[in-house]
């Protein structure tokens, strides 16, 4: 079992930036390829960025991709997402998820995600 707690959120203006972290706990973290979702109200949950056991791999969304960078910390099993150039589009609530699979590669399937944290809000205002 892997409990994972999202920290991070809250409310910045479009242009802003936030950095959200997702701490894990319970099993050896690097075994666990990692991914940011998030969800808007009214629409399904969607995979915003993945990031490799190795740290080595990423992917982004077309709709994130340049403004945002996951990244993650084995030693302090920790995975972040930073965030830049905020638009209203982005508020949603951000879940980080577990999944195990390859050291070198993403999953991108939600399906593949077998830990789910309870996520932390972010909203974006014009």
């Known amino acids: 079992q892997v409990q994972l707690v999202e920290s991070g959120g809250g409310l910045v203006q479009a242009g802003g930036s936030l950095r959200l972290s997702c701490a894990a706990s319970?099993?050896?973290?690097?075994?666990?390829?990692m991914g940011w979702f998030r969800q808007a109200p009214g629409k399904e949950r969607e995979l915003a960025a993945a990031?490799?056991?190795?740290?080595?791999?990423?992917y982004y969304a077309d709709s994130v991709k340049g403004r945002f960078t996951i990244s993650r910390n084995n030693a302090k099993n920790t995975m972040y997402l930073q965030m830049n150039s905020l638009k209203r589009e982005d508020t949603a609530v951000y879940y980080c998820?577990?999944?195990?699979?390859?050291?070198?590669?993403?999953?991108?399937?939600?399906?593949?995600?077998?830990?789910w944290g309870q996520g932390t809000q972010v909203t974006v205002s014009s």
């Open positions: 998820a577990a999944g195990r699979g390859p050291y070198y590669s993403v999953q991108r399937e939600i399906n593949e995600y077998d830990y």
């Open positions: 319970g099993r050896t973290f690097s075994n666990y390829v």
């Open positions: 990031i490799s056991r190795s740290g080595g791999s990423t």
